[in-house]
């Protein structure tokens, strides 16, 4: 039997990077999959055909995870199509980087709004769910940088940090109805974002890395999979670090 058969997964911002190597590794494992993105567009309607492949049942959602009021509608309407909840993956993130005496209001709000305020929205909407059903997985995407901080990100460490400390909360709060929530810290991963740094930038992180090399949005789908699947029933509250050792 896959690892997360019959189980049905929300993804948010699943279109493009580790958002999309989870909803794959996951529809690969059996998940039937509901991811959101802001928009349905031409890319996230591949993605979908992508997902279909597997043989599992999967839809794609226009959704601002920023909205309250749109986020608890959209949840309401996963609900009516799928029945249930499993596993919610906390994934949708931006970046406005900046030093802080430079950093606009703007450039805070936007980053905490939708790397921060998105899981509050999903949580809010799926936890009665889970607790219904006594039992569901929840991952949010942090940070290294929501570890360890990083100049120029304040915006974006503090977002990552909070999503460290949402998980912890929720571990604490929803534990006795049978729901887990757990933290996932990424380093540096090669991605679209990051595919834009020069040369010498990468060729820098990688000595800062024992492993000596950046990790792929795979290497986090794989640590998805597990903490979405029973093989981690006992773990909660944990925030894990895949960063090929780079913070130890």
Not at 76 to 83: C, L, N, S, T, Y
Not at 219 to 225: E, H
Request: net charge neutral; proline share 2%.
């Amino acid at each position: 039997m896959k690892l997360l058969e019959g189980k049905t997964a929300i993804i948010t911002g699943a279109a493009r990077g580790i958002g999309k190597a989870i909803a794959l590794k996951f529809a690969e494992q059996g998940a039937n999959i509901a991811f959101t993105d802001l928009n349905i567009d031409e890319n996230a309607q591949n993605t979908e055909k992508e997902i279909a492949a597997f043989g599992v049942k999967v839809k794609g959602y226009a959704s601002n995870a920023a909205d309250f009021e749109q986020t608890h509608n959209v949840v309401a309407e996963i609900v009516k199509d799928f029945g249930s909840v499993d596993i919610l993956v906390n994934n949708a993130g931006i970046t406005k980087d900046g030093l802080m005496m430079r950093m606009s209001e703007a450039q805070w709000d936007a980053v905490i709004n939708v790397n921060l305020k998105s899981a509050f929205n999903f949580i809010h909407a799926c936890t009665p769910i889970m607790a219904k059903q006594r039992k569901g997985s929840i991952i949010n995407m942090s940070s290294v940088v929501g570890v360890h901080g990083n100049a120029g990100q304040s915006n974006y460490s503090a977002s990552k940090a909070g999503m460290i400390g949402l998980a912890k909360s929720i571990a604490n709060e929803m534990g006795s109805r049978g729901i887990r929530a757990n933290a996932v810290a990424p380093g540096f991963i090669i991605t679209e974002m990051t595919a834009q740094l020069s040369d010498a930038v990468k060729e820098e992180w990688n000595k800062k890395i024992p492993l000596r090399r950046g990790g792929t949005p795979e290497d986090v789908a794989d640590l998805c999979v597990f903490l979405g699947s029973d093989m981690s029933s006992y773990i909660s509250g944990q925030v894990i670090q895949i960063d090929g050792g780079m913070n130890m």
